[in-house]
T-cell receptor
Framework: KQEVTQIPAALSVPEGENLVLNCSFT??????LQWFRQDPGKGLTSLLL?????REQTSGRLNASLDKSSGRSTLYIAASQPGDSATYLC??????????FGKGITLSVRP | NAGVMQNPRHLVRRRGQEARLRCSPM?????VYWYRQLPEEGLKFMVY????????ESGMPKERFSAEFPKEGPSILRIQQVVRGDSAAYFC??????????????FGPGTRLTVL
């Protein structure tokens, strides 16, 4: 059974800091991995999707990497801003297109 | 191009009543997924549907829960005889008919169900 872990559960950083969010998964037989953002009381916004054959994806200040063999992914956020404050969820796609989510990392960027 | 739409956004039910949650996928999408987010928990997969077919319902509780995606109209998640433990945010996602459904899933805003 696939399990996705995100540690720590919460993170507080000053504005401008570069930061790395970690995600690990137990079963390397995945099709892809996605990072989502969730604002309080809102839905999910897909940030980056990395196919299993890829090593990384970039979008603006975000860069996500995938090491399938070791079951790890990182989301790198450059020059963090208060507007980046949200919960960041990592999810892997397995059989039958099911997404298995981690519990998320709640990020707070202090002005 | 409208995104995934869910209604209602908030739903309050008393114990024993029925809850019906609706999801309209993005235009051109034929795959629909339902997930549940319990307080302090991550999102959990419930069911995966294509038009008129349930592909995988392994995450759905065996009793009181059902889902459908008819040929016409939205997908419906139905919860009969709700209990307090059903209080959660229910999210719907859709994806286009590509690569066996392994494309990005686009999420709706969710329906927040509160059972009194």
């Amino acid at each position: 059974k696939q399990e996705v872990t995100q540690i720590p559960a919460a993170l507080s950083v000053p504005e401008g800091e570069n930061l790395v969010l970690n995600c690990s998964f137990t079963d390397s037989a995945i099709y892809n991995l996605q990072w989502f953002r969730q604002d309080p009381g809102k839905g999910l916004t897909s940030l980056l999707l990395i196919q299993s054959s890829q090593r990384e994806q970039t979008s603006g200040r975000l860069n996500a990497s995938l090491d399938k063999s070791s079951g790890r992914s990182t989301l790198y956020i450059a020059a963090s801003q208060p507007g980046d404050s949200a919960t960041y969820l990592c999810a892997v796609t397995g059989a039958n297109s099911k997404l298995t989510f981690g519990k998320g990392i709640t990020l707070s960027v202090r002005p | 191009n409208a995104g995934v739409m869910q209604n209602p956004r908030h739903l309050v039910r008393r114990r024993g009543q029925e809850a019906r949650l609706r999801c309209s996928p993005m235009k051109g999408h034929s795959h629909v997924y339902w997930y549940r987010q319990l307080p302090e928990e991550g999102l959990k997969f419930m069911v995966y549907l294509q038009k008129e077919n349930i592909i995988d319902e392994s995450g759905m509780p065996k009793e009181r829960f059902s889902a459908e995606f008819p040929k016409e109209g939205p997908s419906i998640l139905r919860i009969q005889q709700v209990v307090r433990g059903d209080s959660a945010a229910y999210f719907c996602a859709s994806s286009p008919p590509l690569a066996g459904g392994l494309d990005t899933q686009y999420f709706g805003p969710g329906t927040r169900l509160t059972v009194l």
